[in-house]
């Protein structure tokens, strides 16, 4: 009997949840709608110029870099020939361990008959020198875009870091502060 009035009375009246409203939607953040830049032409009104790092530059740098730098210094650092101990140095260290190697071994840790060090040296100084000028391009040639002005001032407004010095009793640097 209870069961049938249990059915009856939720058959009858009207169940009642709590309502969850959904907060209001925030608005989003405008996307920066950038357009490239030419040096010289005029700016149009309610835009500004944005200058930037050309991140594949940046990239492919940072990465020719550190793998023929890790290639040379891995391989070779911590050999026990003469010379090769300045593969760690970086840029530099491949082409003067080049120059201090010792061809004349014919036997021991140093003999290389089939050029094996000779090719590491080299390899690891070209990938270094040629991922080092990309690093140098892309920070000497930066992009230029043409950003909307409102665009930016909320950017501006969300996203903000400083480098600032940080001194303690026994050590010192610098911090980075940010808001992002």
């Not at 082409?95 to 008959?113: H, K, Q, T, V, Y």
């Not at 040639?141 to 303690?168: C, I």
Request: charged share 15%; hydrophobic share 40%.
């Amino acid at each position: 009997m209870i069961l049938i009035t249990m059915l009856a009375t939720l058959l009858v009246t009207k169940p009642s949840f709590a309502q969850w409203e959904d907060p209001p939607p925030s608005k989003p953040a405008p996307e920066k709608v950038r357009f490239p830049y030419k040096s010289g032409a005029p700016v149009p009104r309610g835009y500004h110029v944005e200058s930037r790092v050309r991140p594949g530059l940046l990239v492919t740098g940072i990465l020719m870099t550190g793998v023929a730098y890790a290639w040379g210094a891995l391989t070779l650092g911590s050999s026990k020939c003469s010379g090769d101990h300045w593969m760690l140095l970086p840029f530099a260290g491949p082409f003067m361990a080049a120059d201090r190697a010792d061809g004349n071994a014919s036997s021991g840790p140093c003999d290389d008959p089939e050029g094996i060090r000779g090719a590491i040296r080299t390899e690891s100084g070209l990938g270094q020198t040629v991922g080092g000028i990309l690093l140098l391009f892309s920070a000497s040639y930066p992009r230029q875009d043409l950003v909307p002005d409102d665009t930016s001032a909320h950017a501006d407004a969300q996203r903000r870091w400083t480098v600032v010095p940080a001194l303690g009793p026994s050590s010192a640097g610098f911090s980075m502060i940010g808001r992002f």
